[in-house]
């Protein structure tokens, strides 16, 4: 699939997890063709993976071209003039419609304030509608009727679609801050603080339904409750399943070139509870000696993220808190969360609150206080108004007390590291959970160090690699792999294939394509059909020529499936060098 556009993640390797929601979305997608699909809100905090997955679900939607015209938008975090967002907006939209119609990239990094320009574009094109609605912006902003240019620009994409009989998708990241940055006034004094209201009725519309992300739960459900009821879905990004979580700390792992081991992978898994963005920060951190290979290692990052005033960990979750105090900003604020994080495995009444922590307010003051924090995201609302709960994660509830607890009892940072110990301890402790994940991630590690060696090892001492493997043919050399890693069919083509080991090399070399099993079992003939179907799969999606099939068994093969890899020309190895760095 190629990229159209530039995601913010970076290598596009680095996009893991996620893979249950990209499905569900996907999915909504197609359904916006039978104009059945709902505005839906996805909400998460800051760098859970939402603007990846919006940007990554763009992508995929322009590239395959089957009736939905996709359109992305990000509301930026800065004040802007309701006429200059408007116009952003529009050629935002107008450009990537372009685009998308024409197929021609360019057009998605031209300038989104030249209106001028951008009439004469959508003119070169043929796009007779879009260049009457650019001159409608064009002389409302000369008669000085700022206020209509929103009502006009909000619309364009749905009544693009209806004027060309197409279906729109609307993507629209960061959506709490249309209340929030946007101005009526050129001077930026008159706050549009309800404008996220006009969308009470374009919402409702199926042939261009919105999507609308926000990094500030609270706020944005909020918003949407208040000024867009019934309007919407919500759609909760959680953390990512154990099985992607490893995947994830393998490939950043490679790509970031920070050592882990067999042990630190669960470790990690756990200890973060699959969150995206704290095993982001592990690889990235700017602790001294990081050591992600050890236990002793992994714990004193992790504590450096939490506790250092440079950790990352704890500067993104004091974001949330440092918005709370300037609303806030009182011992019994602190208190309560502090109180909530003690006891965030459940609900509590807003009346154990006030008798508990001795809270020297009237209800509807304690209301205020914590409807304010639940918007800060750092408290969440319970089943009912009147209850609440911490926020369920262990790494916050550290975070937060060594910034504010010596404000309010006594506090030794080394009580953060003995928690870690004892929750690491614990993961170990949980025989029952380690079984589980053990073959799981222990036929991960081995695709991870067979990976390793693919790209750093094997085209350097290639007589002692081949060495290890049988029925390569006569000409077969490993080459400096243009990529390796672990392959997943793309959903522009098709779902839930996934190959273990893709090693691309240059045209006229051998690519390799692997299967890994490090398990008792051995290698079974149905299992090497399969693979063999697979692997046929990715190399006519892939449009790869030439390729060796190879499959890595550490238990070995019957005898049956022995000739089956020979018959139909499959490498093998059970050779347990092939899980050694050197």
Known sequence: MQTYLKERIGNPELFTGRKK?????????????????????????????????????FNITFHKDDGVVPFYFEIRETDQWLAN???EFLLTFVYQYLAFKTRKREYLGYSKENLTRAAKAVKKERIRYLADVIEDVQETIRADRVDNVWNVVRDVPRMTAEHYDEKILQIIDEFQFINRFIFWDREKIRRAKNLAGSYLGTAEYK??????????????????????????????????PEDEAAEMILKYSHLENVPVSAETVPLIAGITEGNPFYIASLFRSKCPGRDLATERGVLGTLEFETLDREGGIRGTWMEYAGYAMTQSNDVHAKRIVLYLSKHRERE??????????????????????????????????????????????????????????????????????????????????????????????????????????????????????????????????????????????????????????FARAEEKEF?????????????SVGEAREFREKAGELMRLEDVGKAVLFVFSVSGFFKNTLAYLERHGIAWTSDKRWLEKE
């Open 21 to 57: 929601d990209l499905a569900y979305f996907l999915n909504w997608a197609d359904r916006i063709r039978e104009e059945i699909s709902m505005s839906t809100a996805i909400l998460s905090r800051r760098k859970t993976g939402k603007t990846a997955l919006l940007q990554r679900l």
């Open 85 to 87: 967002f408007s116009v």
């Open 207 to 240: 042939n261009a339904p919105l999507l609308v992300a926000g990094s500030w739960v609270g706020w944005l459900a909020r918003d949407i409750l208040k000024m867009l009821p019934g309007r919407f879905q919500f759609h909760y990004l959680g953390n990512i």
């Open 348 to 501: 509590v009444p807003r009346d154990e609150l006030r008798e508990m922590l001795g809270l020297p307010m009237s209800d509807s003051a304690l209301e205020r206080k914590l409807k304010i924090l639940v918007k800060a995201d750092i408290i969440e609302q319970g089943s009912s108004n009147f209850d609440y709960r911490g926020v369920p994660d262990n790494i916050f509830d550290k975070v937060f007390r060594g910034v504010y607890q010596k404000e309010i009892e006594a506090f030794d940072p080394k009580d953060v590291a003995d928690e870690y110990k004892r929750l690491a301890e614990g993961l170990q402790r949980n025989n029952k959970r380690l079984r589980g994940e053990y073959g799981h991630y222990r036929g991960k590690f081995a695709e991870y160090l067979i990976i390793d060696n693919l790209r750093y090892r094997a085209h350097g001492d290639p007589e002692r690699f081949m060495g290890m493997t049988e029925n390569l043919p006569d000409d077969f050399i490993f080459a400096e792999y243009r990529t390796v890693w672990s392959w997943s069919g793309s959903p522009v083509h098709q779902r839930g294939i996934q190959v273990d080991i």
């Open 511 to 523: 690519s390799l394509i692997g299967e890994v099993k490090n398990r008792k079992a051995k290698f």
